[in-house]
């Protein structure tokens, strides 16, 4: 089994600032990519950001500049640095990621809790 755990979320007034941890464990070979997505009331979920295992990018338009997503210095983590928040970046955040529980296996897709980011105007 694999566990990911988002921790960090809360309410802000709008232009501040939260950061975002999500802690991979469990039956690991490998992760290919981590990433946080995020789902407004009545609305779909959407990808804000992933990275890959080399290092690739990727951000939705709306928070490119404003958020940062990087790897931890610590196995299996992933942080999602966020600024200059505005109202409509509330929404419930999960941390996504592709891993291989085994060496032989496929990549499988894991989801974490969700974590609640309020922005107040």
């Known amino acids: 089994q694999v566990q990911l755990v988002e921790s960090g979320g809360g309410l802000v007034h709008s232009g501040g600032s939260l950061r975002l941890s999500c802690a991979a464990s469990?039956?690991?070979?490998?992760?290919?990519?981590m990433g946080w997505y995020r789902q407004a009331p009545g609305k779909e979920r959407e990808l804000v950001a992933t990275i890959t295992s080399d290092g690739s990018i990727n951000y939705v338009d709306s928070v490119k500049g404003r958020f940062t997503i990087s790897r931890g210095n610590v196995k299996n983590t992933v942080y999602l640095q966020m600024n200059s928040l505005k109202p409509e970046d509330t929404a419930v955040y999960y941390c996504?990621?592709?891993?291989?529980?085994?060496?032989?296996?496929?990549?499988?897709?894991?989801w974490g809790q969700g974590t609640q980011v309020t922005v107040s105007s």
């Open positions: 996504n990621a592709g891993i291989r529980q085994e060496s032989y296996s496929y990549k499988t897709r894991h």
């Open positions: 469990g039956r690991i070979f490998s992760i290919n990519d």
